[in-house]
C-alpha cells in the first residue's frame, strides 16, 4: 500500500494566518492527490482534487500544490469557519486507495 | 445538486453481516464511480471500496474478503455488505460518488453509525 503522511498532525493558527499542510506519499503517485475538510460531526468536504485544481465553490483561498511525492495544501488567510481537520488521499493506487491521517487545525 | 443519504441497521451482531444502502437523488447513479468510505470514531478515514454503475468493482485488498457491493440503476441505489464484523468495524459509513478521471469523492452522504455489539 502506499502509506500517505501528513504533518503536521495538529496545528495552532490565528484568523488571518498563512498555514500551509504537508502531505508525503511513500512512493509518486503522479498528480493523483485529493484534499478534503471535515468538520466534526459532518461529511468530508472535496477542496483541491488532481493536487492543484480547487473544487466548484470552495473559496480560492486554498490551493494546492505538488507532484509526485511531495504535496502542500495552502490557506492564504485563515478564516473562522477553516478551524477543522484536513486529510488528503490518494487516488493513484487502486484499489488501494489511501487517507493521510488527518491534520487537526485549532484555533491559537 | 446531488444529494446521498446512507441507510440500514444501526446496530449489528458480531459475525454477523453489515447492509448499507445509498440512495442518490438529484442527478443519475449511471457512469459514475460509487464508494464506500468509514471512519471510527475518532479515527482517520479508510476507503472500503466502489462500484461502477456497469456492476464492475475495486475492494480495499484487507477487506475484500468480507466485501460485496451491488448496484440497482433503477432504483438509483448502491450498496455496501460486510460479512462477519467485530467490533473493529464500528464506525461511521459514508457513501460517495467519485468523479474526474483521477477519482475524487464530489458528492458524500451525511454518514450513518453502525455499531458492532451483541
Known amino acids: 500500500d502506499i502509506q500517505m503522511t501528513q504533518s503536521p498532525s495538529s496545528l495552532s493558527a490565528s484568523v488571518g494566518d498563512r498555514v500551509t499542510i504537508t502531505c508525503r506519499a511513500s512512493?509518486?503517485?503522479?498528480?493523483?492527490l485529493n484534499w478534503y475538510q471535515q468538520k466534526p460531526g459532518k461529511a468530508p468536504k472535496l477542496l483541491i482534487y488532481?493536487?492543484?485544481s480547487l473544487q466548484s465553490g470552495v473559496p480560492s483561498r486554498f490551493s494546492g500544490s505538488g507532484s509526485g511525492t511531495d504535496f502542500t495544501l495552502t490557506i492564504s488567510s485563515l478564516q473562522p469557519e477553516d478551524f477543522a481537520t484536513y486529510y488528503c488521499q490518494q487516488s493513484y493506487s487502486t484499489p488501494s486507495i489511501t487517507f493521510g491521517q488527518g491534520t487537526r487545525l485549532e484555533i491559537k | 445538486q446531488v444529494q446521498l443519504q446512507e441507510s440500514g441497521p444501526g446496530l449489528v451482531k458480531p459475525s454477523e453481516t453489515l447492509s448499507l444502502t445509498c440512495t442518490v437523488s438529484g442527478g443519475s447513479i449511471s457512469s459514475y464511480y460509487w464508494s464506500w468510505i468509514r471512519q471510527p470514531a475518532g479515527k482517520g478515514l479508510e476507503w472500503i471500496g466502489r462500484i461502477y454503475t456497469s456492476g464492475s468493482t475495486n475492494y480495499n485488498p484487507s477487506l475484500k474478503s468480507r466485501v460485496t457491493m451491488s448496484v440497482d440503476t433503477s432504483k438509483n441505489q448502491f450498496s455496501l455488505k460486510l460479512s462477519s464484523v467485530t467490533a473493529a468495524d464500528t464506525a461511521v459509513y459514508y457513501c460517495a460518488r467519485e468523479a474526474g478521471p483521477f477519482k475524487w469523492a464530489d458528492y458524500w452522504g451525511q454518514g450513518t453509525l453502525v455499531t458492532v455489539s451483541s
Open positions: 488532481a493536487a492543484s
Open positions: 512512493q509518486s503517485i503522479s498528480s493523483y
